[in-house]
């Protein structure tokens, strides 16, 4: 019995061994070569150019990172991956798509994306019905999933995150009085803000300015604003993007209005953004699954790789990037007869494994994440404050 363990313990440490050399060779080294390994082979999507392009750019970044580390290991799955562009647009995410379909042709096909939610409602819909399965990082409606058994998610939804915001501010003790801004013509955005607008009335919260405005090309927010100051919000929520938010801040400074600010998961990456001033985001509060000033052996080793290919820090869409390649790297790894699979039969073994509620994935954005037959995933957001220009932990 003893050396059945000592024999157990030295072959984990062989594969810890073996997978912390993948994930710290930045993705070079060919790991040795497995003729045996099952190629599957991994469609992106998202924009790389547009409006939202650095957020497609994430999750494309953060999961090339992932499969070089994976293709790496020498385990018995590798990937390729390809990458296409929808600009952000749903028309052009179903070309994307249909270009990747082509690309694959005979081969076991994954779907991974769509980035943003419009274009990856679009997208899923025809992934449900031509049987691939498909794996968003940062689509968060439940549009995206529902009624889709194939189609899961890596981020947590828009109702969850707008229930989380007005549960943390009320539970912290933060604000008396509070006002909301979102883009009415956005699911993403206004997903969050109904959930959040529902919870501040149920938990008896003082919401005195609900304000929208129709699409993120709209410029000037100062109507929005004077409505939040005039009604005396002293914590103004915003469930949108970056480019919208970075607005707010520096029209709010201009009319001398300074209420807490508190945002989700669209509003990371501003930071980053060529030209913001980050002073104007001073006391924002940001709810996020992911940090890179973790001190985790993981996170800065995927810091490290990041910032050295690209020259910057990733944000939590890379991070959910790198986290869907290792969750269909994983359950891959646990499906028998992945070899005779083509992609319809890859589709339903892949649904079921996530679909489980037993199947777990330690991830950059959560430990022992777990999905629900519905294609939610089962994590909690974290909250960090904005300090000096970095993020640091608010909870």
């Known amino acids: 019995m003893k050396k059945k363990n000592l024999a157990a313990l030295l072959l984990a440490g062989a594969l810890c061994f073996g997978l912390l050399a993948g994930c710290s060779n930045g993705g070079g080294g060919n790991g040795g070569e497995n003729s045996g390994a099952v190629t599957i082979k991994v469609g992106g999507i998202g924009p790389t150019t547009g409006d939202n392009a650095q957020y497609g750019t994430a999750t494309e970044w953060g999961a090339e990172i992932a499969v070089e580390e994976i293709n790496a290991l020498n385990g018995p799955v590798k990937f390729d991956f390809k990458y296409e562009d929808d600009t952000g647009v749903a028309d052009t995410a179903v070309a994307a798509y249909n270009s990747l379909k082509d690309w694959a042709k005979d081969a076991p096909l994954v779907i991974y994306g769509c980035t943003t939610t419009g274009p990856c409602v679009t997208v899923s819909a025809e992934t449900y019905n031509d049987r691939y399965f498909q794996l968003t990082p940062s689509a968060s409606s439940p549009e995206v999933v529902a009624g889709k058994d194939n189609v899961f998610q890596m981020c947590f939804t828009d109702p ?133 000033g973790a001190e985790d052996e993981r996170t800065k080793s995927f810091v490290e790789k990041y910032q050295e290919a690209h020259n910057i820090l990733p944000n939590q869409f890379a991070a959910d990037g790198y986290d869907c390649m290792y969750a269909i790297y994983e359950a891959c790894c646990e499906i028998e007869g992945l070899a005779d699979m083509d992609s319809a039969a890859l589709c339903d073994a892949l649904a079921a494994k996530f679909g489980s509620g037993t199947f777990k994935v330690d991830g950059l954005t959560g430990k022992g994440m777990t999905w629900k037959d519905t294609g939610e995933i089962d994590k909690s957001p974290l909250i960090f404050k904005v300090e000096n220009g970095a993020y640091v932990d608010a909870q």
């Open 160 to 292: 969850y995150l707008g229930t989380a915001g007005a549960e943390y501010l009320k539970n912290n003790g933060l604000g008396t009085k509070y006002g909301i801004i979102y883009n009415n013509g956005d699911s993403y955005s206004t997903g969050i803000a109904e959930a959040f607008i529902a919870k501040t009335k149920e938990l008896g919260m003082d919401l005195v300015a609900t304000q929208t405005y129709p699409d993120d090309k709209n410029t000037d927010y100062t109507v929005q604003l004077n409505a939040c100051k005039d009604a005396g919000a002293d914590v103004v929520f915003l469930p949108i993007y970056y480019t919208p938010a970075s607005l707010i801040l520096a029209q709010a400074k201009q009319m001398s209005y300074a209420p807490l600010f508190i945002g989700g998961d669209g509003m990371d990456g501003m930071l980053d953004m060529d030209g913001f001033d980050k002073s104007l985001a001073e006391g924002l509060l940001l709810m996020t699954p992911f940090s890179a």
